[in-house]
Nanobody
Framework: QVQLVESGGGLVESGGSLRLSCAAS????????MGWYLQAPGKQRELVAA???????MYGDSVKGRFTISRDNAQNTMYLQMNSLKVEDTAVYYC????????????WGEGTQVTVSS
């Protein structure tokens, strides 16, 4: 079955950087659109960034210019480079894998906590 395992979260000071990784298994990685979502306490899950099967990227407005999403199809891994982190970036970050055919099918990792201190 599809498994997504996030890593790289942690505590960082404002202005610092972190790199998240999502290791995928049980799937043909190159066939999936991949994405990162965040969920802050008391709020809905929201898109951070996504990368299509062809490598096209899209970003949420709050992270444009600071975060970079990438994927390595040979390693079945997706990354999120987060620079210039802000306190408001604090959240649980989830890896998402989506089959984007006629009916979208989503798979989720368990999430990794990112905490940015002032």
């Amino acid at each position: 079955q599809v498994q997504l395992v996030e890593s790289g979260g942690g505590l960082v000071e404002s202005g610092g950087s972190l790199r998240l990784s999502c290791a995928a298994s049980g799937m043909i990685f190159r066939d999936f659109e991949m994405g990162w979502y965040l969920q802050a306490p008391g709020k809905q899950r929201e898109l951070v960034a996504a990368i299509t099967q062809g490598g096209h990227t899209m970003y949420g407005d709050s992270v444009k210019g600071r975060f970079t999403i990438s994927r390595d199809n040979a390693q079945n891994t997706m990354y999120l480079q987060m620079n210039s982190l802000k306190v408001e970036d604090t959240a649980v970050y989830y890896c998402n894998a989506a089959l984007t055919g006629a009916d979208r099918v989503d798979y989720w990792g368990e999430g990794t906590q990112v905490t940015v201190s002032s």
